[in-house]
């Protein structure tokens, strides 16, 4: 069974750091692309980052790049989100996602939440 | 600055028939785009419903279809159900930098 365990959330104050960590099992993963994807509370989802499976590639959103690090781990099946700089706006359930021929997130993790507040 | 726009809610009755859409505030969806859905009822993770236009994600029932409809991508749902209530997110490709755009999803109320 594919499955995705994000970790890492809690509160943090403003300007703060935190690394989420997502743990996969039950298919390839050195062979997948990897993203988060973020939703503040009450409202929709938004895509953060993509790392592909060599992990030399990355992708960010505009909101997050230049704060925002994502990398990965082969070895721990395990991919991260480096978080620096947070805002208030950061605050979010956190989402891990498999990227399949980079066009669609299948599956989802069951999230992890961030609350950025002082 | 693309945005991709979804109807906020729709409502529909136990049997019937919905289509939620997905385009795009400049120009036409198409297949290049490859959209997808996702079902995300509350409290839970989004679900993948289909990917590329009109491809069920494993497990999904056949009454969810996707498709090309005129400029928009659309989510048909054959005889909705009490366990149908949930928001509905489309997202598209959008290649360039290689990023992924959700749209503001859907809130679908089945009474």
């Known amino acids: 069974e594919v499955q995705l365990l994000e970790s890492g959330g809690g509160l943090v104050q403003p300007g703060g750091s935190l690394r989420l960590s997502c743990a996969a099992s039950g298919f390839t993963f050195t062979s997948s692309d990897m993203a988060w994807v973020r939703q503040a509370p009450g409202k929709g989802l938004e895509w953060v980052s993509t790392i592909l499976n060599s992990g030399g590639v990355t992708y960010y959103a505009d909101s997050v790049k230049g704060r925002f690090t994502i990398s990965r781990d082969n070895s721990k099946n395990t991919v991260y989100l480096q978080m620096n700089s947070l805002r208030a706006d950061d605050t979010a359930v956190y989402y891990c996602a498999k990227v399949e021929w980079l066009h669609w997130f299948d599956p989802w993790g069951q999230g992890t939440l961030v609350t950025v507040s002082s | 600055q693309t945005v991709v726009t979804q109807e906020p809610s729709f409502s529909v009755s136990p049997g019937e028939t919905v289509t939620l859409t997905c385009g795009l505030s400049?120009?036409?969806?198409?297949?290049?785009?490859?959209p997808s859905w996702y079902q995300q009822a509350p409290g839970q993770p989004p679900r993948t419903l289909i990917y590329s236009t009109n491809t069920r994600s494993s497990g999904v029932p056949d009454r969810f279809s996707g498709s090309i409809l005129g400029n928009r991508a659309a989510l048909t749902i054959t005889g909705a159900q009490a366990d149908d209530e949930s928001d509905y997110y489309c997202v598209l490709y959008m290649g360039s930098g290689i990023d992924w755009v959700f749209g503001g999803g859907t809130k679908l109320t089945v009474l």
């Open positions: 400049s120009g036409s969806v198409s297949p290049s785009y490859y």
